[in-house]
């Protein structure tokens, strides 16, 4: 058994809808459906921004170290 969300009366977990008020299940599980997609695209947008994050970081050490070996082959030239 299933509280309604419309009239607060038992009802079976089987119905789509309340046989007392006609409160529709399938539109409260539509949206549960719904909020549970957008949490798991943030969840990936998350995740990507944090994977760019972090290439972008190694290709910034990757660049400093570059620069340093170039600053270092200007002083050893002057």
């Given at each position: 058994m299933n509280?309604?969300?419309?009239c607060g009366k038992l009802i079976n977990v089987n119905y789509c809808y309340c046989p007392w008020c006609g409160y529709s299940k399938v539109a409260e599980e539509s949206k549960e459906s719904l909020n549970l997609r957008y949490e798991q695209y943030r969840q990936n947008s998350y995740n990507r921004r944090i994977n760019q994050i972090e290439k972008m970081e190694e290709q910034l050490n990757q660049l400093e170290k570059e620069l340093e070996v170039l600053v270092l082959s200007a002083e050893m030239h002057k």
């Open positions: 509280i309604c969300g419309g």
